[in-house]
């Protein structure tokens, strides 16, 4: 190593080697000399963790509720082909650990967002009919009034609900079942 050099090892150890043939370490990256070789001024705060002062399930909860997030931005906007647990990740700016902590695959992300879509779709229709008259032909308004406001509001909803997973394999609905080969008499 020439005399003056200054390089980078393995867990980020800055050296300085001298004259004499001896080596100065510098202990991480902030403690880098300068061009001038004064080291480099240390943040004397840390930044707080986005997750301190919550509990363990408060901080599962939001992390699920943000990979949900991301997933509907995700299959709204880009579609199934490009939504990917890698993707997810990114985009919720979580390691992947985080996602296999709240599904098992991206067919279950796929199902839970469709889930919750529906979910905040049947409680504003619960509400805006149960809200109005007791008439059928009110009740009937006001629920289709509703369902188009719900898609109006959120279009990526729209998307969900009625493009990306009528067509997708974890929302597809399981096969006829064959009441011959099942031992049923078909009564037609």
């Known amino acids: 190593m020439r005399a003056g050099r200054t390089v980078c090892t393995a867990g980020q150890v800055w050296k300085r080697t001298l004259p004499e043939g001896g080596m100065v370490r510098f202990g991480s990256l902030a403690d880098r000399p300068t061009a001038d070789n004064a080291p480099i ?110 898609v109006v509001e959120d279009p990526r909803r729209g998307r969900i609900l009625y493009q990306v997973a009528p067509g997708e394999r974890g929302l597809e609905p399981p096969p006829p079942r064959d009441r011959a080969a099942a031992g049923g008499a078909d009564r037609t």
């Open 41 to 150: 001024d240390k943040p004397t705060t840390r930044r707080p963790s986005r997750w301190a002062g919550m509990s363990q399930h408060d901080r599962r909860a939001e992390r699920r509720d943000l990979l949900l997030d991301t997933a509907l931005e995700l299959l709204a906007t880009e579609g199934f082909g490009a939504t990917s647990v890698r993707a997810v990740c990114a985009g919720a700016e979580l390691n992947p650990r985080y996602f296999y902590e709240s599904f098992e695959t991206l067919d279950d992300l796929l199902v839970a967002v469709y889930d919750r879509v529906v979910d905040d779709l049947t409680a504003a229709v619960t509400a805006a009919v149960l809200a109005g008259p007791p008439e059928l032909r009110s009740q009937m308004h006001n629920a289709i009034a509703t369902i188009l406001d719900f």
